[in-house]
């Protein structure tokens, strides 16, 4: 008898591997198009103040469209600076129920534009004892 000559290793077909690699690749890819044009407002509700937001920054629009930033009137060309030095805090905004929606919308807007990714609306009974 004569000896095997080569190797005698096992051969492993990957093809079906690189299927569901590409399968993979394909469902991140769609997932994160679909979460990279959500606009991430949260929403709280309830009666009072949620623990951790003791030390959030609050932004106050008033019927006659004023803006306080932390109980302190500020004008529009200030806001980009202030919402830049509050980076990393969490943030409320808080607007008179007369204020029009968009005026809100532009305040969100422009806090976006200067990084804060995520804000929550004061509600009428949050924040007020």
């Given at each position: 008898?004569?000896?095997?000559?080569?190797?005698?290793?096992?051969?492993?077909d990957i093809t079906p591997l690189?299927?569901?690699?590409?399968?993979?690749?394909?469902?991140?890819?769609?997932?994160?198009?679909?979460?990279?044009?959500?606009?991430?407002?949260?929403?709280?509700?309830?009666?009072?103040?949620?623990?951790?937001?003791?030390?959030?920054?609050?932004?106050?629009?008033?019927?006659?469209?004023?803006?306080?930033?932390?109980?302190?009137?500020?004008?529009?060309?200030?806001?980009?600076?202030?919402?830049?030095?509050?980076?990393?805090?969490?943030?409320?905004?808080?607007?008179?129920?007369?204020?029009?929606?968009g005026e809100v919308a532009a305040?969100?807007?422009?806090?976006?534009?200067?990084?804060?990714?995520?804000?929550?609306?004061?509600?009428?009974?949050?924040?007020?004892?």
């Amino acid at each position: 008898m004569r000896g095997r000559r080569g190797r005698g290793g096992a051969e492993i077909d990957i093809t079906p591997l690189i299927d569901v690699l590409f399968m993979l690749i394909i469902f991140f890819v769609l997932t994160a198009s679909f979460v990279q044009g959500k606009l991430d407002v949260q929403l709280p509700s309830g009666e009072g103040v949620s623990s951790d937001m003791q030390g959030a920054v609050v932004v106050t629009i008033t019927a006659d469209k004023k803006i306080f930033w932390d109980g302190r009137e500020a004008a529009r060309d200030e806001l980009p600076a202030l919402a830049a030095a509050a980076k990393g805090r969490e943030l409320l905004v808080a607007g008179d129920e007369n204020v029009p929606y968009g005026e809100v919308a532009a305040l969100l807007s422009l806090l976006r534009g200067e990084g804060i990714a995520s804000a929550g609306l004061m509600l009428s009974g949050e924040g007020a004892k």
